[in-house]
């Protein structure tokens, strides 16, 4: 009878509460979109499985930036949070993989559309402000609320890390669900703020970017941005190094492990430990449906300062060099899904005679860049 006692004392069946199962719904919710939506898999998959087993109680599966250890036991989600989030590890980690399956060659070809990826963190700073003033946010949290407007999920968990940990699971869910959700989001945009002529627009051809050019990219890149901005050297530097480890020609197996397994392994692990911190008790309160608002508000505005950034360099081009503004709203971190999803909206918009997709890819790796910089400034000023 004791041992029975004993097993029912430990069982979680007996201390459940209506949060856990409020967040059982929101972790197979994300589940369901990722396999039956195929929204953003990799990320949601992980995220949603993380965050069911955060809400089992007894289980020891969640983490938190509070937690406080009580003995030699650390558990496992904990640990791979305070090895991987705490130290600022995974997130740099990820970026050295984007750097090694992105090509800057788009960007380097036009380096005008270097404007429109900056443009396009319009929304980072409106939805800080916006958090600050109108919802009462600190300025650490609405800084991390912002940068959910890049697009770019590594960076928003590398800045939320930092500034406001206790935010990290809405932030990240918020963030990982509107780049899902690109392809629903960016199209209404588009079209409200574009002509019929200007999306008919056929950008002319450029010249082909040299070997020396690529190689030198990445370096000059990192140095620069370092130089004046260190708070974003490591993610712009990490992101530099798989990016030179692409385009060298020699390192063509450390290229591969970086964009292959290297990230698979850490995108496992970092979606895991992100759904690890969405424990019912602290993640449902208004604070998040704020975030998710705030989140949707950066995305938008976002997506439109590309947009009508494109636009003003128009009213400055000469005739054969404007810019299909319709590239404009690829300018966020989104790679290359907000690329495809401006490829799609103009090539249905003019029956396939504009497919302006590698002109779309230059914004479009341009906004990592942004994004990466928006945090550094962030970091910068605040911490």
């Not at 396999?35 to 995220?47: A, D, Q, S, V």
């Not at 082909?208 to 890149?221: E, G």
């Not at 002109?359 to 400034?377: E, Y």
Request: glycine residues 10%; neutral net charge.
């Amino acid at each position: 009878m004791e041992v029975w006692e004993k097993l029912v004392n430990q069982a979680g069946i007996t201390s459940l509460v209506w949060q856990n199962g409020v967040m059982f719904m929101v972790g197979g919710t994300l589940i369901f979109l990722a396999i039956r939506k195929n929204f953003e898999p990799l990320l949601l998959i992980p995220i949603g499985f993380g965050a069911i087993m955060a809400n089992l109680p007894n289980a020891a599966m969640s983490a938190s930036s509070t937690w406080e250890q009580h003995g030699d036991h650390i558990p496992l989600l904990q640990l791979i949070y305070n090895s991987g989030i705490k130290t600022e590890l995974l997130p740099p980690i990820i970026f050295m993989g984007v750097g090694a399956l992105t090509d800057f060659r788009p960007l380097l070809a036009r380096p005008i559309v270097f404007l429109l990826g900056a443009a396009a963190q319009l929304g980072i700073f409106i939805a800080a402000l916006g958090g600050h003033y109108i919802f009462g946010f600190t300025e650490l949290e609405s800084a991390s609320i912002g940068i959910i407007g890049g697009a770019d999920g590594p960076t928003s968990i590398f800045l939320t890390a930092q500034l406001a940990p206790h935010l990290l699971g809405a932030v990240a869910v918020a963030a990982y669900s509107y780049m899902a959700l690109v392809p629903v989001i960016q199209p209404p945009i588009i079209r409200l703020l574009t002509t019929k002529e200007e999306r008919f627009i056929q950008m002319p051809q450029v010249k082909k970017v040299s070997k020396t050019a690529v190689v030198l990219f990445p370096i000059l890149t990192c140095m620069l941005t370092a130089l004046f901005i260190p708070a974003s050297a490591p993610l712009l530097g990490m992101l530099m190094f798989g990016n030179l480890l692409r385009e060298s020609g020699v390192t063509q197996r450390l290229s591969q492990t970086a964009g292959g397994q290297l990230i698979n392994i850490v995108t496992i692990f970092l979606g895991l430990v992100v759904g690890a911190t969405m424990e019912g008790i602290t993640f449902l309160r208004k604070e998040t449906l704020f975030i998710l608002l705030l989140g949707a508000v950066a995305f938008c505005f976002s997506t439109a300062g590309g947009l009508l950034f494109a636009k003003f360099l128009n009213l400055l081009l000469p005739e054969d060099k404007k810019i299909n503004p319709c590239i404009g709203a690829a300018g966020v971190s989104a790679v290359p899904m907000s690329a495809r999803v401006v490829q799609k909206f103009v090539s249905d918009e003019t029956d396939g005679k504009v497919n302006p997709l590698m002109d779309a890819m230059g914004p479009n790796v341009a906004g990592v860049i942004g994004s990466a910089v928006a945090a550094g400034v962030f970091l910068a000023l605040l911490k």
